[in-house]
């Protein structure tokens, strides 16, 4: 462990003075001691400069060790190993370097994991689709099956799995990436809400469905297609999870001068500790819950994004006594 007797200092500059002023006192101290004790100036000179050098390396020692830590830790980050930290005690520049350096070593870490965790995700959740496509496909090679309507329809539902996977990832990535342009104008929160509800009951949903806006004419600042994904998504999920006849309720409210929509639904909930991770690429409440049926956890990542995107907010509440209430705050429309 490198002494750092200079780490106290605020500034670089002042360290470089300090050494200095170090190095000619002690020159100065090994000067008159080497005159009282009648030292040939041959020997006493180079004894001098020895004497100023050795304590310019013992303070310089200190500055320069966080330097020489992030040489040696941009090595092994070179190679894969974003583990490595540098000790950022100094109060100076170098200080300020170091733990930026260290924040950018965070953050490469989480992003390496992140990019793990997003391969074996999605290779996970395209497992079993392309197993099930397979079986049927080994069974009409071998003869064992028949290319009826009932196995050419469940080839067609892994088939357009798979194709809302690819579209949801494709539309992530672009979100997170911020190449999404909004077109905003003024949309009415009830149209959306209205539309989504009508949607899901086309699309067979068994939940009993109704929709609470007032003011009718509240009216958000915003790309229409985008917020209705929102809802749409919202909606999707609140019915997927309600029980079947269970009661899923769309309310818009203004708040403060900003718009306020909640779906609510009568399902089992998400715990407290998952209600912020639900918000993240492939996550569900229940990691137990088979992804057949449930969907592949992109479905809020998305909502996120966009509501985000729209300078608001998205956070999942508890109902009483069992359902989840998912409560987007985005900004009004101006009159």
Not at 35 to 50: C, F
Not at 93 to 116: H, I, S, Y
Not at 150 to 171: I, K
Not at 217 to 227: K, T
Request: contains cysteine; aromatic residues 2%.
């Amino acid at each position: 462990m490198t002494w750092r007797p200079l780490d106290p200092l605020g500034s670089i500059k002042v360290k470089f003075g300090v050494v200095i002023v170090g190095a000619v006192a002690a020159a100065i101290g090994a000067l008159v001691v080497t005159a009282r004790l009648d030292v040939p100036l041959v020997v006493s000179a180079p004894a001098v400069a020895a004497v100023a050098l050795g304590v310019v390396q013992v303070l310089a020692a200190g500055m320069t060790a966080p330097l020489r830590q992030m040489a040696r830790a941009a090595a092994a980050m070179a190679t894969g190993d974003y583990d490595q930290r540098v000790t950022a005690t100094s109060r100076d520049e170098v200080g300020d370097l170091a733990r930026a350096f260290n924040q950018m070593a965070a953050d490469l870490a989480a992003g390496d994991r992140a990019r793990r965790d997003l391969v074996a995700n999605v290779s996970h959740e395209l497992r079993t689709p392309i197993a099930a496509l397979r079986a049927v496909l080994e069974n009409l090679v071998d003869g064992v099956g028949r290319a009826d309507p009932p196995a050419l329809e469940g080839m067609l539902r892994q088939v357009e799995r798979l194709g809302r996977l690819a579209e949801q990832l494709l539309e992530l990535s672009r979100l997170e990436a911020g190449a999404v342009t909004l077109d905003r104008r003024p949309v009415r929160l009830a149209d959306l809400a209205h539309e989504a509800v009508q949607d899901a009951r086309l699309r067979g949903a068994a939940a009993d469905l109704a929709v609470h806006v007032a003011p009718l004419d509240l009216a958000v600042d915003g790309d229409p297609e985008r917020l209705y994904e929102v809802v749409a998504n919202l909606v999707a999920n609140a019915v997927r999870f309600s029980p079947p006849g269970g009661r899923v309720e769309v309310w818009g409210r203004r708040v403060d001068g900003r718009a306020v929509l909640e779906v609510c639904d009568q399902g089992p909930g998400i715990p407290a500790d998952q209600r912020d991770r639900v918000f993240q690429r492939f996550a569900r409440a229940d990691p137990g819950r088979p992804a057949v049926g449930s969907g592949a956890g992109l479905g809020l990542a998305i909502v996120a994004e966009i509501v985000q995107l729209h300078g608001g907010t998205v956070r999942a509440e508890p109902v009483s006594p069992t359902g989840c209430r998912m409560v987007v705050t985005l900004p009004e429309a101006a009159p």
